[in-house]
């Protein structure tokens, strides 16, 4: 999670409801083959109006995580603290950046079913 976390910083977590939950957050997850993950939720699908997954990403990587259940969710870290300073783990353009990740990668999934489509069509 560098620059934003970096290693021996303290962090507060709080649990909060599903809803509650934005891209942009920092969240904490149980995950099997990693422990306790702090990465930062990009977005969520919400079948009939309810969360079910979570997809997140650490902000140095280069990749999304696998699609993570909300009953994983421990909560979302809500300070850091750094040194005796406090640290925001969430920015304005964080959040903004999480949007445009979350609406980049959704337009080459349709691209990608839209050709998809069109090969197996001719």
Do not use: N
Not at 48 to 61: C, E, I, K, N, V
Not at 65 to 89: I, N, Q, W, Y
Request: charged share 30%; proline share 6%; glycine share 12%.
């Amino acid at each position: 999670m560098a620059p934003r976390l970096a290693e021996g910083d303290r962090i507060v977590v709080k649990a909060v409801s599903p809803r509650a939950l934005a891209p942009g957050d920092v969240i904490v997850f149980e995950s099997d083959s990693a422990g306790f993950v702090v990465h930062r939720l990009v977005w969520r699908d919400r079948p009939l109006g309810q969360p079910s997954r979570l997809y997140t990403r650490g902000d140095a990587l280069g990749y999304f995580d696998h699609a993570v259940p909300m009953e994983r969710v421990l909560g979302r870290v809500v300070s850091v603290e750094r040194e005796g300073k406090r640290v925001r783990p969430t920015t304005l353009r964080d959040r903004a950046r999480c949007i445009l990740l979350a609406a980049r990668h959704g337009f080459r999934q349709g691209v990608r079913r839209a050709l998809a489509g069109r090969g197996g069509a001719g």
